[in-house]
Antibody, heavy 117, light 110 residues
Framework: QVQLVESGGGVVQPGRSLRLSCATSGFTFSRYGMHWVRQAPGKGLEWVAI????????YYTDSVKGRFTISRDNSKNTLYLQMNSLRGEDTAVYYC??????????WGQGTTVTVSS | QSALTQPPSASGSPGQSVTISCTGT?????????VSWYQQHPGKAPKLIIYEVSKRPSGVPDRFSGSKSGNTASLTVSGLRAEDEADYYC??????????FGGGTKLTVL
């Protein structure tokens, strides 16, 4: 079955880096754009970034531009989010999700990132 | 990239219908037919229930329906059931390859 599994979350100090991974299975990964979406504790969903199916284009929400990098390895069916210069406001559950004309039709279970000293 | 506006809460009794609104601008909701709705139960990942304004993914009951008029999209849940109690989020394509979500609506089944 179609599945997305995030990993790489944890507790990190402000200013440090973290890389999230999203392992996919059950579908042809290289045919789909992919998103990262986050949810701060007790808050709503916030779109973070999208990468096109072939990795040729990447777009970010303003608050993470220059700090986060989305990437993918289609040979490994895996999506990544490199997060640098982390801030307290980046604390959230991070979800990866598959794109279907800007409807996110498959979601992972999420991985928790806590930025704290 | 301002968030779409949703009412913080909505409620209805079992069997009734409830409609949740999602208001944006001509740069997002009003400009594209890429409005989606998600259901999220506590501690769970969101689930897509409506995409492209009014289309339902396979397996989503037809009690869930979507529509749009101008800059406002709406989700209607008919024949409310206890398991429909959850948070609901709208999203819209906002141009320049950006996506924007609403603030979410907590639906209570009385």
């Amino acid at each position: 079955q179609v599945q997305l599994v995030e990993s790489g979350g944890g507790v990190v100090q402000p200013g440090r880096s973290l890389r999230l991974s999203c392992a996919t299975s059950g579908f042809t990964f290289s045919r789909y754009g992919m998103h990262w979406v986050r949810q701060a504790p007790g808050k709503g969903l916030e779109w973070v970034a999208i990468i096109w199916y072939d990795g040729s284009n990447k777009y970010y929400t303003d608050s993470v531009k220059g700090r986060f990098t989305i990437s993918r390895d289609n040979s490994k069916n895996t999506l990544y989010l490199q997060m640098n210069s982390l801030r307290g406001e980046d604390t959230a559950v991070y979800y990866c999700a598959r794109d279907n004309h800007y409807g996110l039709d498959v979601w992972g279970q999420g991985t928790t990132v806590t930025v704290s000293s | 990239q301002s968030a779409l506006t949703q009412p913080p809460s909505a409620s209805g009794s079992p069997g009734q219908s409830v409609t949740i609104s999602c208001t944006g601008t001509s740069s997002d909701v009003g400009g594209y037919n890429y409005v989606s709705w998600y259901q999220q139960h506590p501690g769970k990942a969101p689930k897509l229930i409506i995409y492209e304004v009014s289309k339902r993914p396979s397996g989503v009951p037809d009690r869930f329906s979507g529509s749009k008029s101008g800059n406002t999209a709406s989700l209607t849940v008919s024949g409310l059931r206890a398991e429909d109690e959850a948070d609901y989020y709208c999203s819209s394509y906002a141009g320049s390859n950006n996506l924007v979500f609403g603030g979410g609506t907590k639906l209570t089944v009385l």
